[in-house]
């Protein structure tokens, strides 16, 4: 009777050890850093978080492809379809898959999402708004450099008016007084430097505006 009775809490617990072992471990952060390493791979996440039912392998290389090559699924050649396709199909999904991060049925081709996908949309947001950052501060870079050659451009045409007019009223082209030659020259400086000054204004309201996120 004690054998029988002792003998049944260690099968109990023999059970509850087997149904835990079933269940898949979290994922640690070397463990989403890895999945997340190539951009394939996020951008394959980035589709299926999208979506509630399985998709098609297919659908998912194409929008892959499509992002790789910054383009649209419909403008796609067959070569950037096919670039993409082998190595998702035999690399990056099995490998969502050994994560649980998806079902992946490789002969036919159906991807289905698991909820442990949703671990990775915090990441990708960060991502995605720090990408959408400096995109935004590559194009006011562009525009401050513009700006500067502007200043620069304004500044060599005020000076290159200037030498002309003294070139010419020594050269006795031009019969100017000292009095009128020197005010011309300073109305040009005088007009290069205020249109200068306006584009700096509008650089510094531009750099201190709410869209700034920089601290």
């Known amino acids: ?33 890895h999945v997340l390493q190539t951009n394939r791979r996020r951008d394959a996440i980035r589709y299926l978080l999208e979506k509630d039912n399985p998709v098609k392998m297919r659908d998912v290389a194409e929008y892959v492809a499509a992002k790789e090559n910054e383009t649209t699924v419909a ?16 690399s990056h999904l099995p ?21 442990r996908l949703e671990v990775f949309r915090p990441y990708l947001e960060v991502s995605s708004e720090e990408s959408h ?19 620069t451009t304004y500044y ?36 290069a430097t205020a249109v200068t000054t306006r584009a700096g204004a509008r650089l510094a309201t531009r750099s201190s505006g709410p869209h700034r996120t920089d601290v």
Not at 75 to 90: A, F, G
């Open 1 to 33: 009777m004690t054998l029988k009775a002792d003998s049944h809490p260690r099968s109990s617990e023999s059970s509850s050890n087997t149904a835990g072992a079933d269940e898949p471990s979290e994922l640690t952060p070397d463990d989403i850093f």
């Open 133 to 151: 950052r400096t995109d935004r501060d590559r194009r006011e870079s562009e525009a401050d450099g513009a700006a500067v050659r502007s200043d």
């Open 95 to 115: 490998k969502l898959d050994e994560q649980d991060v998806i079902e992946y049925d490789k002969p036919r081709g159906i991807v289905r999402p698991t909820d």
């Open 75 to 90: 403008n796609l050649t067959s070569t950037q379809r096919q670039r993409v396709y082998i190595p998702l199909y035999q």
């Open 156 to 191: 060599s045409a005020a000076t290159a008016a200037s030498l002309s007019l003294l070139l010419a009223a020594q050269l006795g082209v031009l019969t100017l007084s000292g009095l009128v030659l020197g005010s011309l020259i300073t109305l040009l400086f005088v007009l």
